[in-house]
């Protein structure tokens, strides 16, 4: 009888202890499944890829035209300050083609038409998904 209770006792301590390293485990490991759907690129990009994972609501990063997602807020952290540089996915310049949902619209529209190039190409990541990355661009300006 005393046996079982110092059993259950030492059970209930261990899963205590591990029961959060486990979760973690659990949470690394579907991190990294998430990670493997892309090659391994630059740390940068692997930094990007995990902030992103954390950030699925916040889309201040994203472009409003091609959804990429860049370190500073391309209109600002209040969404109305544009800093009127170029995304390097789509080259549109924030603050200006990308002021009102239909510009926007029709500058993506005319970029998808064209190929959907990016500007500089040194941004790109390996394994890169237009769908994926469209997805991202804020309800506002879909
Ligand atoms: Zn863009």
């Keep these: 009888m005393q046996l079982k209770k ?11 202890v591990f029961g959060i390293p486990l979760i973690l485990a659990f949470l690394g490991r579907l991190l990294m499944d998430r990670r493997a759907m892309f090659k391994a690129g630059p ?7 995990i902030r992103s994972i954390f950030m699925l609501t916040d889309d201040k990063l994203n472009c409003r035209v091609c959804g990429y997602r860049s370190e500073v807020p391309p209109w600002g952290g209040d969404g109305r300050t544009p800093l009127y540089d170029f995304c ?9 083609q990308d002021s009102t949902r239909i510009g926007a619209r029709k500058y993506r529209d005319r ?3 064209a190929g959907a190039e990016w500007e500089d190409d040194g941004f790109k990541p390996e394994g890169w998904l237009i769908s994926e990355q469209l997805a991202a661009v804020s309800s506002d300006f879909q």
Aim: overall charge neutral; proline content about 3%.
């Design 6 to 16: 110092i059993n259950e006792r030492l059970i209930g301590s261990i899963l205590h």
């Design 43 to 49: 740390l940068s990009t692997n930094l990007r890829m």
């Design 88 to 96: 390097p996915c789509c080259g549109v310049e924030h603050g200006y």
């Design 111 to 113: 970029w998808i038409a």
